[in-house]
DNA sequence: TTGACCATCGGGGGTCACCCTGAACCGACC
DNA sequence: GGTCGGTTCAGGGTGACCCCCGATGGTCAA
C-alpha cells in the first residue's frame, strides 16, 4: 500500500476548497477529479472510478440530497469505490444521513492535512475514519432498536384476551367481516369486542387504535 | 484528562488474560474492579459504576448472551458508563451484535498494552474506538434500508402534488370532513382525491394506504 | 385548437364502521 | 344465591367510506 497511490475525486462546490485539499493531502494519495455538484460528482466517479471520495456533504445539483445522494446513486454503479465525507457540520443528523447512504467515514474540514491523508489511507484499506466525537453519532443512532422489550404496558392489560386478539387483527387493517372469519365468532361479536377495546383506550376510531398499537410496536 | 484516570471494570472469564489485561494498561486507566462472568460483572458495573467496561464478547453465566447482554443489562443501570469490547474474535456478526447491545467500540486482543489504553480513553471521552477493518463490519450493518427509497419514489411520483397532500393526512387517520376542513375543499374532492390515490397505488381502503404510507415512513 | 391531465364539485348507492339496547351462557368471587 | 365480568350474539340506526356516473374550468404541450 505504500507502493501504490489512493485515486481520490473531489467533491466540493467551492473551487477554492478543492484547492486546499488538494494541496494538503500528501504523496498518498493522488487526486484524479474533481466535481462541484451532485450531477458533476456521479459523473466524475464513473469516469475515474476512484478509491475513495471526498464528498461534502452540502452540494447543490441533484434532488437536493446532496452528499448523501450521491453516495447512494453510485453504491451499485461502482462497487470498489468507498465515500469518505467531509463537511463544516458536525451535526448528528448529517452524520448519519450520510453514513447510512453508504460512506465510511465523516471528518470535519477542521482536520489537518495530515490528517486527511490518514483518513484517506484508512478508508482505502476498507477502515472507518471519523473526527472525534463523530462516531458517536453512529452508534447512538445504532443502537436503537431492541431496547425497547422491558417496557410494560398497564393500558394493554386492561384488555381481556380475547379483546387483545381482536384489536390486534383490527390495528393491521382487517374488516370487521375478516376478523370473524378469522376467530370464528360472528360479526357482531367482533363489534362488541372493538367497541370496548375503544371504550377502554379511550380511542375514538379503528385509526386511532392503528396508531396506538403501531406506537408501541405491537404490530 | 490526564489528571482524572478512567476507572475501568474488566469482564473475561480467565483470570491470567484479566492479569494481562491490568499490566498492560498504563497510568491513565484505574482497573477498580474485575468479573468472569455475566452475572459477576453485572454486580460489579453496579457496584463500581466505571467510566468504561473492558468486556470480552464470549462470557459463561447469564442467559448465554456474553458480553452483549451484560451490556443491553447495564444500560438503563448505568448509563455513564461506556463498554468497549475486547474478544479473539474478528467476526463481523460478534462485532455487530455487542455494538448493537451498546459497545462503543470493539478491539482484538491482539493489541498491544498502550493502544489499548488509547482506545479505553477515547471511549471514555465519547468517542468510538475499533481495531482496523472492524468498524466497516458496522457500517455495512448499518446501511441495509436504501433499497426502498428508490421505488417509493417512482409509486409516489405517480401521484399529484394535491394527491399526496390529501393521501398524507389520509393515512394519518383524518376523516375525510377533517381533510376537507384542513385543505379548504369539499369531501367530494377529497374522496376523488382519494380514489385516484387508491387506484394509482393498487391499494382498496385507507387502512391500506395507512400501512403503505407507514411502511415507507412517510408519516 | 385539440387532447391530456389536474383540481374542483355534485348525485346516487352500496358497503362498512360504530353505537345503542338487550340478551343468553359461563365462571369467579363474596 | 347473587353479583360481576367475559364472551357470545341480535336488531336498528347514523354516519363514514368508496364506488359509479357525470360536470366545470385551468394549464400545458402537440
Redesign the pocket.
Known amino acids: 500500500m505504500t507502493t501504490e497511490q489512493v485515486r481520490v475525486v473531489v467533491v466540493d462546490d467551492h473551487l477554492m476548497f478543492r484547492a486546499g485539499v488538494r494541496a494538503s493531502l500528501d504523496g498518498r494519495i493522488d487526486v484524479v477529479g474533481e466535481a462541484e455538484d451532485v450531477g458533476s460528482a456521479i459523473a466524475a466517479i464513473r469516469e475515474h472510478r476512484p478509491d475513495v471520495v471526498l464528498l461534502d456533504v452540502h452540494l447543490p445539483g441533484g434532488r437536493g440530497g446532496g452528499g448523501a445522494e450521491v453516495a447512494r446513486e453510485c453504491a451499485d454503479l461502482t462497487p470498489g469505490t468507498r465515500f469518505l465525507a467531509l463537511s463544516v457540520s458536525d451535526a448528528a443528523d448529517d452524520v448519519v444521513a450520510v453514513i447510512r447512504a453508504g460512506a465510511r467515514g465523516y471528518v470535519t474540514k477542521a482536520i489537518t492535512g495530515a490528517d486527511l491523508s490518514d483518513a484517506v489511507v484508512r478508508v482505502a484499506q476498507g477502515d472507518a475514519a471519523f473526527s472525534p466525537r463523530l462516531a458517536g453519532f453512529v452508534l447512538d443512532a445504532f443502537g436503537t432498536a431492541p431496547a425497547d422489550v422491558a417496557e410494560r404496558d398497564d393500558e394493554l392489560d386492561?384488555?381481556?384476551?380475547?379483546?387483545q386478539e381482536?384489536m390486534r387483527l383490527?390495528a393491521r387493517g382487517?374488516?370487521?367481516?375478516?376478523v370473524?372469519g378469522e376467530?370464528?365468532?360472528?360479526?357482531?361479536?367482533?363489534?362488541?369486542?372493538?367497541?370496548?377495546v375503544?371504550?377502554k383506550l379511550q380511542l375514538?376510531?379503528?385509526?386511532?387504535?392503528t396508531r396506538w398499537a403501531a406506537q408501541r410496536k405491537l404490530l
Do not use: D, Q
Not at 386492561?158 to 379483546?163: F, G, I, P, Q
Not at 376467530?183 to 370496548?196: C, D, G, M, P, Y
Open positions: 386492561r384488555l381481556s384476551a380475547r379483546e381482536v383490527i382487517y374488516a370487521y367481516r375478516e370473524a376467530l370464528f365468532i360472528s360479526v357482531k361479536t367482533v363489534e362488541t369486542h372493538v367497541s370496548a375503544l371504550r375514538s376510531s379503528r385509526h386511532e387504535l
